[in-house]
């Protein structure tokens, strides 16, 4: 997944282009005579830098505002060897996408009264040792059930390559224990999805792939949208890349056996706009199946949280926001829907690098909405006892980070060029883009930092003063 604390480049650039464009009303743009070739040439000065730099090698953007489509264009390369442009119409590896085609599937074979959310999973796999835990269906699909994400596993990424039955990886899993008990916490978790596909074959007697294919994509006309497979011919499909220390690479091998009902779809950003349309506008799926998938829960102690049935429901500078990105080799994803002002916004990137696609929707909607105050609120303490570094471990890599006030606001630092402005949300939240900040004090009289995975908050604890 994107890390959030490294994109200070990119929200200078996208600062300026901002600042450019409320000169000439791009908050309206889609308003406007000849809207279309204004967005194209607006979101070709967020994207185009990238590509010229090679941080990326090209992108697809998609966006839809009250029904009409403003775009779905690409930019750049779908291959680098041989100066390929990328297609309007290309297809792209979506990861974690696919989450939310999962928890649709899951959420029919309810509704047809073949499973329920509230059993146990393993009435439907009781070959997977839980060690006599009950772990409800629907906690998979929120990633409460405590079960070791097989992406997180060292064992797991030697065999990534290889093709072998999936019960393999089931009993790796088993090995590895539990991260917490069920309902107390949450770690995003592709093991949770890996079973749900599982669980979708074993209740529906067909292959995920056959499910999707013919429940999900054919009935929305998803004609450019299968399951991914390296070995098949597929026209207009977009080449992966991933950066090393000399620039972009071809992507690295997975077989897609593995990534499975967690991540291994691929599609294209007018078919992604097919999907959103159709499941946020109503009528693929009832009105009551749909709430269930975009309304988060909460923890067994009561604790909210923000992530619902393979969908993000969050607050993002300002607006209310339904959105899932994705991560794979060579690829990344977002994919964001504002049901305000219904606006959709789609950013599919053939490379894994520094360029966040979130970012890039961000910036994309922002031409379409306007900037406006994202924060009412008023920190009304003194800034610079939150000063200092703060060192640990945040979503299961080491982090250094550095705050330093400024005015009424205060800088995150994690690199000598990656620089954010942290704003205050009130009750004691601070916010960056969809990170969440907190401070506390600590005991130890030093730094630290650790996430929060029961409230998705990074805790940034101050040295006593």
Not at 76 to 99: N, R
Not at 190 to 196: C, K
């Amino acid at each position: 997944m994107i890390n959030p604390l490294t994109s200070g480049r990119m929200a200078k650039f996208c600062a300026l282009i901002l600042s450019l464009c409320s000169l000439i009303n791009c908050s309206n743009v889609s308003s406007e005579e000849g809207s279309t070739s204004l967005l194209e040439r607006e979101v070709a000065a967020i994207v185009q830098p990238f590509i010229d730099s090679a941080q990326i090698a090209g992108i697809g953007v998609a966006v839809v505002h009250d029904g009409q489509v403003l775009l779905e264009k690409g930019f750049g390369y779908a291959d680098l060897e041989f100066d390929v442009p990328m297609p309007d119409d290309a297809s792209f590896e979506i990861g974690s996408i696919t989450k939310q085609f999962t928890a649709v599937a899951i959420l029919q074979l309810l509704e047809q009264g073949k499973l329920s959310l509230e059993e146990d999973f393993r009435s439907y796999l009781p070959d997977f040792d839980t060690k006599g835990r009950i772990i409800p269906l629907y906690r998979l699909l929120n990633h409460t059930s405590g079960i070791k994400s097989y992406t997180d596993l060292p064992e797991f990424w030697p065999l990534s390559v290889y093709d072998l039955p999936r019960d393999t990886l089931l009993r790796i899993v088993e090995q590895a224990g539990f991260d917490f008990e069920p309902g107390e916490a949450l770690i995003y978790n592709n093991t949770a999805y890996f079973i749900l596909g599982l669980i979708i074959e074993q209740v529906s007697g067909l292959s995920y792939e056959e499910y999707i294919q013919k429940k999900l994509f054919d009935p929305l006309g998803m004609d450019n949208s299968y399951y991914c497979n390296e070995q098949s011919i597929v026209k207009k499909r977009a080449h992966g890349y991933e950066m090393d220390g000399m620039g972009l690479v071809r992507k690295s091998y997975l077989d897609h056996k593995w990534p499975y009902a967690a991540g291994s779809l691929c599609s294209t950003v007018g078919d992604l706009v097919k999907w959103n349309e159709a499941l946020h506008k109503g009528g693929f799926i009832s009105e009551d199946l749909y709430r269930q998938l975009i309304t988060p829960d909460s923890l067994t102690d009561g604790t909210p949280i923000r992530y619902a049935f393979g969908l993000l429901n969050t607050t993002n500078q300002g607006w209310k926001v339904i959105s899932h990105g994705g991560g794979i080799n060579g690829f990344l994803s977002d994919a964001r829907y504002f049901p305000n002002h219904d606006l959709l916004v789609v950013a599919l990137i053939n490379t894994a690098g520094p360029v966040s696609p979130a970012n890039i929707s961000r910036s994309v909607a922002a031409l379409i909405l306007g900037e406006k105050e994202v924060y009412e609120e008023k920190f009304s303490g003194e800034l610079k006892s939150f000063a200092g570094t703060y060192e640990g471990r945040g979503r299961g890599r080491d982090l250094s980070v550095s705050i330093k006030p400024t005015g009424k606001d205060l800088l995150l630092k994690e690199s000598q060029d990656d620089i954010d402005t942290l704003r205050y949300g009130g009750d004691g939240i601070w916010q960056y883009n969809d990170q969440l900040f907190r401070f506390s004090n600590s005991e130890e009289g030093v730094g630290t930092l650790h996430w929060d995975i029961g409230s998705g908050v990074f805790v940034l604890e101050r040295a006593n003063q």
